[in-house]
């Protein structure tokens, strides 16, 4: 079994900060890619951001300089670090993740969500 646990939502005032984690746990051999989703009210999750277990970083037009997305491979947590909160940024973020585990099957994984809200 896999779990994906994360922490670190919650209410903030626009223009303030956030930080997201998220940590894997289980039967694991190997993570691949490590991301972030969100999904606001009324509209389909999109991608926020990601990262491989090389290092690269992927991250939407509307988060790029404001967001950084950040990896600990010794604890299988991924984090996100979000400042200059805008209201817009509003929603329910997940954590995701490509894991391989010890059967060397590989799957996806899903947290189970995380409320941010950001006032204005």
């Known amino acids: 079994q896999v779990q994906l646990v994360e922490s670190g939502g919650g209410l903030v005032q626009a223009g303030g900060s956030l930080r997201l984690s998220c940590a894997a746990s289980g039967s694991i051999f190997s993570i691949n890619v490590m991301g972030w989703y969100r999904q606001a009210p009324g509209k389909q999750r999109e991608l926020v951001a990601t990262?491989?277990?090389?290092?690269?970083?992927n991250y939407a037009d509307s988060v790029k300089g404001r967001f950084t997305i950040s990896r600990d491979n010794a604890k299988n947590t991924v984090y996100l670090q979000m400042n200059s909160l805008k209201p817009e940024d509003t929603g329910v973020y997940y954590c995701?993740?490509?894991?391989?585990?010890?059967?060397?099957?590989?799957?996806?994984?899903w947290g189970q969500g995380t409320q941010v809200t950001v006032s204005s």
């Open positions: 990262t491989i277990s090389g290092g690269r970083t």
């Open positions: 995701q993740a490509n894991i391989q585990n010890t059967l060397l099957k590989r799957s996806e994984y």
